[in-house]
């Protein structure tokens, strides 16, 4: 995509869990590079390691073995609180299970990564109240997760990764509780800020409306790469399918 390194770098990247007398690899030495600016997708079966491939280049979980380069840190030899640090400046997440906090209102959680990395009160409230319009929930700044729908409450949970301008935000299966016209506006909103402020985007997920959107769709099956297709022209793919 450009002549930059990559800005995301995995190595022979291996997680085993140990479930019962036979281990079982959930990623298998996947070897991946992706460039600044991608916006793309990790797709395959349920179990195909999608997910806990997504954590370990989040730094949400260390690998077995293997190494990972995020935006060139070596994650792995980070300490704890290192690692903390560079997700709060550097990484937005969406989770399947929204991971709200129960006891903040919609508000309030968007905000919350923002007063951890010290923004002004200004900046909060304008950034805050703009997401919320685009996210469509200004009606429900003040209601807790409580109080919202699964839909409503994945929606805070993107605003939420996007509040802080980070420079990757990982997703998994973001759009998965959602409408097809509330999908596409998060996925307009998403599409956006990566073609305009160059924000790499990787999803994991199922829904075909996220694949559609990609520039790029990296299949797994049984934790390893089966393919790596780097669609040429979003929108013709998009136009095609």
Same mark, same amino acid.
């Given at each position: 995509m450009n002549n930059l390194p990559p800005v995301i770098i995995t190595e022979d990247l291996t997680k085993v869990y140990d479930e019962g007398?036979?281990?079982?690899?959930?990623?298998?030495?996947?070897?991946?590079?992706?460039?600044?600016?991608?916006f793309t997708a990790l797709v395959g079966p349920s179990g195909s390691g999608k997910t806990t491939l997504l954590?370990?280049?989040?730094?949400?979980?260390?690998?077995?073995?293997?190494?990972?380069?995020?935006?060139?840190?070596?994650l792995g030899a980070?300490?704890?609180?290192?690692?903390?640090?560079?997700?709060?400046?550097?990484?937005?997440?969406?989770?399947? *299970?929204? !991971? $709200?906090?129960?006891?903040?209102?919609?508000?309030?959680?968007? /905000?919350?990564?923002m007063l951890l990395q010290k923004a002004s009160k200004k900046e909060r409230n304008h950034r805050v109240l703009e997401l919320l319009r685009e996210v469509g929930l200004q009606d429900k700044m003040n209601n807790r997760p409580d109080e919202l729908s699964g839909g409503q409450q994945q929606r805070v949970a993107v605003a939420r990764a996007l509040a802080s301008k980070p420079k990757f935000v990982l997703a998994d299966e973001p759009t998965a509780n959602?409408?097809?016209?509330? *999908?596409? !506006? $998060?996925?307009?909103?998403?599409?956006?800020?990566?073609?305009? /402020?160059?924000?790499?985007?990787?999803f994991s997920t199922h829904d075909?409306?996220?694949?559609d959107r990609a520039h790029r769709v990296i299949t797994l099956v049984d934790g390893a790469i089966e393919s790596d297709e780097l669609i040429a022209n979003?929108?013709?793919?998009?136009?095609?399918v």
């Open positions: 007398a036979i281990p079982v690899k959930a990623v298998n030495q996947v070897n991946l590079q992706i460039d600044q600016g991608e954590n370990m280049i989040g730094g949400l979980d260390r690998p077995s073995s293997g190494k990972v380069w995020v935006d060139g840190k070596n980070m300490k704890k609180n290192q690692l903390i640090d560079f997700r709060l400046h550097n990484i937005g997440f969406v989770f399947q *299970a929204y !991971n $709200l906090i129960p006891v903040l209102t919609a508000r309030e959680n968007i /905000e919350f990564v959602l409408d097809s016209k509330t *999908a596409a !506006n $998060l996925l307009d909103i998403m599409s956006k800020l990566n073609q305009e /402020e160059g924000i790499t985007f990787i075909q409306r996220v694949i979003a929108s013709d793919h998009i136009e095609s």
